[in-house]
């Protein structure tokens, strides 16, 4: 669809070969020109449909790239526009959906801005208390029986699966199984006093 200078579409028959040209059409407009009449008819409009659909805080950071790539497909030859309402919202559905997949890929609904986090002041009770329950569990881990010590601190620290544990000790998965039901019984009596 064609534009005139004031950024709306040119209505009317269609020109026979033999048909003067109207003078909008004289001057053949240059590529840049008629981004600059897209970018002023359809800016606000697509900053509009970009804050519905996508993140409202990176409109204009959309619409504005999705410029950008039309200015660089004008270097080249600029396409030939029949709908631009149509051809705009889809490039701008287009962007919307790349930003997203780039966004998945960098995880960003897992980060949290650290404005957003209200910080605890520090609490020297509580450091003092999780600092003596450490010590009271390292203690009660040494009581246990050195096998024992050994698969509880392969299962719950290393990560070793009960299988992997019985590889490596010799012993029968069952076997395993015990000395981890031992260790936890032993480790709850320790911490119910």
């Not at 579409?9 to 003078?23: M, N």
């Not at 619409?63 to 889809?90: H, N, S």
Request: proline fraction near 8%; charged fraction near 30%.
């Amino acid at each position: 669809m064609r534009l005139n200078l004031d950024g709306e579409p040119l209505v009317g028959k269609p020109i026979a070969e033999a048909d003067p040209l109207p003078p909008v059409d004289r001057v053949p407009r240059a590529p840049a020109a008629e981004l600059d009449l897209l970018y002023r008819a359809y800016w606000h409009k697509l900053l509009r449909f970009v804050r519905r659909r996508g993140p409202p805080d990176l409109a204009p950071d959309i619409v504005q790239q999705l410029f950008v790539r039309l200015t660089a497909q004008a270097v080249d030859a600029m396409p030939a526009i029949r709908a631009p309402d149509a051809y705009l919202q889809q490039a701008a559905r287009n962007l919307i959906r790349d930003e997203a997949r780039a966004a998945e890929r960098r995880s960003a609904h897992l980060h949290i801005c650290l404005d957003d986090v209200p910080l605890a002041a520090h609490d020297p009770i509580a450091a003092l208390e999780a600092r003596d329950m450490l010590q009271r569990f390292e203690a009660s881990v040494a009581r246990l029986d050195p096998r024992t010590r050994e698969i509880f601190l392969a299962h719950r620290i290393d990560g070793f699966s009960y299988g992997e544990i019985a590889l490596r000790t010799g012993l029968h998965i069952k076997t395993v199984e015990k000395h981890m039901s031992r260790a936890i019984a032993f480790l709850g009596r320790q911490f119910r006093r």
